[in-house]
């Protein structure tokens, strides 16, 4: 069993910056590739972003390239997204998640675990 807890979220203006932070217990961490998603009222949850498991591989949604940044702290058990330039369609529960597998590049249904999501608010 992996245990996710996110924190990080809050309330911020358009063109503001947050930076949200997953801890993981419960595994070696370096053996868990790690991403990002989200999910807005109403919508389906989409990716963010993923990490490989020593941190060498990234991977971004076209909707946030440029302006997110993933990365992780093997020695803390810890991922992060530092979110920048942050606008209001970027409102949504963003959540963290784990995978266990063998691919460097999961996909959605392929992560394992899941944390219980952090608000990010982006106001206009």
């Known amino acids: 069993q992996v245990q996710l807890v996110e924190s990080g979220g809050g309330l911020v203006q358009d063109g503001g910056s947050l930076r949200l932070s997953c801890a993981a217990s419960?595994?070696?961490?370096?053996?868990?590739?790690m991403g990002w998603f989200r999910q807005a009222p109403g919508q389906a949850r989409d990716f963010v972003a993923s990490?490989?498991?020593?941190?060498?591989?990234?991977y971004y949604s076209d909707s946030v390239k440029g302006r997110f940044t993933i990365s992780r702290e093997n020695a803390k058990n810890t991922v992060y997204l530092q979110m920048n330039s942050l606008k209001p369609e970027d409102t949504a529960v963003y959540y963290c998640?784990?995978?266990?597998?063998?691919?460097?590049?999961?996909?959605?249904?392929?992560?394992?675990?899941w944390g219980q999501g952090t608000q990010v608010t982006v106001s206009s």
């Open positions: 998640a784990a995978s266990t597998g063998a691919s460097s590049r999961p996909r959605e249904n392929e992560y394992d675990y």
């Open positions: 419960g595994r070696a961490f370096s053996s868990l590739v």
């Open positions: 990490i490989t498991w020593i941190g060498h591989g990234t």
